[in-house]
């Protein structure tokens, strides 16, 4: 995964990153508040070589002797002896172990100073075992020295430096626990959403959809978020929705060597992917461009076209087809006639064998007479046959896929269909995809490779 996808996948799963870091502040604000405090006390003793020497090198030989000599009493803070004087001077309710767990020795390098730390839950209590244990240390230093008859000590220890009480605890540090759940969540976050993402079958770009169809898709349309209240482009002079449908218009021209599909069906894999909304502004825009269009509502059983251009769909298509109004009584002209619209008029029995009908073949042949370009809003390919069924009758279909929605293996098994149907896919539409996703050359481009399918014959069912 390259830096530029990996930084699009975490802008797209902003929510996941969002809550995980959320979640590592909350725990790590717990974790603090939930940890013992603890306090931290310091304080350095000072070994120097006692000689009554008159040589010129006795400074120097004293002071050697020190320095190979100091760095191993910082060991004899842990011996269980000195320990127990310490909890008797310091007044201490701890044991032994206790007590070897709370205190440091250490010696500075090239220095005859060992610094011994403690630790305690309080502070007094920290500065009181730090006092102590360099008090016991130095005198039990001094009493390992011990040399002659008179038992007089070599070294002499002193404390240059006593404990102080700390200001505050040294743990928990809530600054260092937030920032490293801050951390910690953003790092599982961006772990989940890359883990997503790689699980993800959806139909992202157009590469996906070219991988699966062989063919560049005729174009893409971006994310609006306006689609809702406003799904039509008409009355839009620019914008990107308006300028993506133009382009879909534009591709749609070289998509067959002899001239543009005149009747084309518009459907999808499965409910959700703006078909109905796509057939709608793509008729609009053929309009524009100077194109008498004729919209049919070929959604018998869920229609929702009609409504984006306030049209009734109580009377239409299936009473033509059943013989009860003539054509011309049921077309609807839109905005001036500048868009005819067909609507589909009441739910059949069986929508699949009314579509399928010699009759509704005979009305697609008028409108193509009628018209330069007929469009068909039909039902998602997979739960149903009736865009098949009635790409039989047309150039071809065009396949509208939501960015993120669809799956591949949906799709994939889709174009097979068709392939077995011998219904030929004209294009395909990617829709609502956001800005942050590449649109490069293979976004916008066209297919011009014809794939030459015969349409299949479909059972004459007359109604």
């Given amino acids: 995964m390259t830096v530029g996808r990996y930084l699009r996948v975490l802008r797209k799963r902003w929510k996941v990153l969002t809550v995980m870091v959320l979640i590592g502040l909350v725990a790590a604000g717990v974790i603090t508040y939930l940890m013992p405090k603890t306090y931290a006390s310091s304080a350095t003793i000072f070994v120097s070589i006692s000689s009554t020497q008159d040589q010129p090198d006795a400074l120097y030989q004293n002071s050697q002797f020190a320095l190979n000599r100091v760095g191993s009493y910082t060991e004899m803070v842990h011996n269980p002896a000195l320990l127990s004087r310490v909890i008797e001077e310091a007044d201490l309710d701890i044991s032994v172990n206790k007590l070897d767990d709370m205190i440091t020795a250490v010696n500075p390098a090239d220095t005859v100073l060992i610094t011994v730390r403690s630790t305690s839950d309080s502070a007094a209590g920290a500065r009181r075992v730090a006092d102590a244990v360099a008090s016991e240390l130095g005198r039990a230093i001094e009493t390992l020295e011990q040399t002659g008859e008179k038992k007089e000590s070599l070294v002499q220890v002193s404390t240059v430096v006593p404990a102080r009480q700390p200001a505050g605890p040294v743990s928990p540090r809530p600054a260092l626990n937030l920032a490293l759940g801050l951390l910690v969540g953003l790092a599982i976050g961006a772990a989940i959403a890359v883990i997503r993402e790689q699980l993800?079958?959806?139909?992202?770009?157009?590469?996906?959809?070219?991988?699966?169809?062989?063919?560049?898709?005729?174009?893409?349309?971006?994310?609006?978020?306006?689609?809702?209240?406003?799904?039509?482009?008409?009355?839009?002079?620019?914008?990107?929705?308006?300028?993506?449908?133009?382009?879909?218009?534009?591709?749609?021209?070289?998509?067959?060597a002899n001239g543009p599909p005149r009747v084309v069906v518009i459907s999808s894999a499965v409910a959700g992917e703006g078909k109905s909304v796509t057939a709608a502004n793509l008729a609009i825009t053929l309009a524009q461009g100077g194109k008498s269009v004729c919209l049919i509502e070929g959604d018998l059983r869920h229609p929702k076209a009609m409504s984006y251009f306030g049209v009734d769909d109580s009377v239409g298509l299936t009473n033509v087809v059943y013989g009860q109004h003539h054509l011309d009584e049921v077309l609807v002209p839109w905005n001036h006639g500048q868009v005819t619209l067909l609507p589909a008029g009441p739910t059949p029995p069986d929508p699949g064998q009314l579509l399928g009908s010699t009759a509704t073949t005979s009305l697609l042949a008028q409108l193509r007479d009628r018209f330069d370009v007929v469009l068909i809003d039909a039902p998602p390919l997979l739960p149903v046959s009736d865009a098949a069924v009635l790409g039989g009758s047309a150039d071809g279909i065009i396949l509208v896929v939501r960015h993120g929605h669809a799956r591949r293996e949906q799709v994939s098994m889709l174009f097979e269909r068709l392939v077995a149907a011998n219904v030929r896919l004209i294009g395909t539409i990617l829709t609502q995809v956001p800005a942050g996703v590449r649109r490069d050359g293979h976004e916008y481009g066209y297919q011009t490779t014809e794939h030459s399918w015969p349409i299949s014959d479909v059972s004459d069912n007359a109604v």
């Fill in 200 to 256: 993800d079958t959806t139909v992202k770009t157009g590469r996906d959809l070219q991988r699966i169809t062989g063919q560049t898709p005729l174009g893409v349309i971006g994310y609006d978020r306006g689609i809702k209240k406003h799904p039509l482009v008409v009355g839009r002079t620019t914008g990107t929705a308006l300028e993506d449908f133009r382009s879909v218009r534009t591709n749609l021209q070289f998509v067959k």
